[in-house]
């Protein structure tokens, strides 16, 4: 039977910059957390669009041509096949993402942040 989930309960779960967390699984979709700071690595997946919803602080995505600043209670969608590079200004944001089950947070390219085998919280 379906139950409510805390998302500030599950948020206090996680202690790892990055390291994406499965909380739920909708249409062949994952819906996940994760704790973000400082820069990630430039990626884009070339079959899936992404959705980043923020839930604390501010996410900043690169693309090669501008920045777009996504605050607390906003989402944007990264179209699939388009270069992104998300930061922030050195504060910890909180994101939820809805995502493809195959989708992994690097896109194509291999890199120490490449999370492979993702955890339920």
Not at 36 to 55: A, P, T
Not at 75 to 80: D, E, Y
């Amino acid at each position: 039977m379906p139950s409510a989930i805390n998302l500030s309960e599950k948020y206090s779960q996680i202690n790892q910059h990055w390291t994406p967390k499965i909380i739920g699984e909708l249409n062949g979709q994952y819906v996940k957390l994760a704790k973000i700071k400082d820069e990630f690595v430039w990626h884009s997946h070339q079959n899936e669009d992404e959705l980043f919803q923020v839930f604390k602080g501010t996410l900043l995505m690169d693309f090669r041509d501008k920045t777009v600043a996504v605050r607390e209670g906003e989402i944007l969608i990264v179209p699939k096949g388009v270069e992104h590079r998300p930061r922030t200004n050195g504060e910890e944001v909180f994101i939820l993402l809805f995502e493809p089950k195959e989708t992994l947070h690097t896109g194509d390219v291999e890199h120490e942040k490449t999370v492979k085998q993702l955890q339920w919280l």
